[in-house]
Nanobody, 114 residues
């Protein structure tokens, strides 16, 4: 049974940084792509960052230059480094893996205070 477990969320001030982690268990780390979505209150869930095969990365325009997605295959872990956070980044962040279906983590709350 595949599980994706996020951690690293919390409360941070505007301009601060957080690093989210997503540990994948229950399966060889062989997803076609891994990424992060977020959902803010009253808004639709949106793709924040994704790493596809061959290390190709995609970012939402709103986070380009501030967020970085990375993987550590030895640790079966995906990271999202978030810098220069602002109030618009406040959301629940979900780890996602694409394989024969889409796998979701349970989410971790990020709150940016002014």
């Amino acid at each position: 049974q595949v599980q994706l477990v996020e951690s690293g969320g919390g409360l941070v001030q505007t301009g601060g940084s957080l690093r989210l982690s997503c540990v994948v268990s229950g399966s060889p780390f062989s997803f076609n792509a891994m990424g992060w979505y977020r959902q803010a209150p009253g808004k639709q869930r949106e793709l924040v960052a994704r790493e596809r095969s061959a290390g190709i990365t995609d970012y939402a325009d709103s986070v380009k230059g501030r967020f970085t997605i990375s993987r550590d295959n030895a640790k079966n872990t995906v990271y999202l480094q978030m810098n220069s956070l602002n109030a618009e980044d406040t959301a629940v962040y979900y780890c996602v893996g694409w394989r024969e279906r889409v796998y979701w983590g349970q989410g971790t709350q990020v709150t940016v205070s002014s």
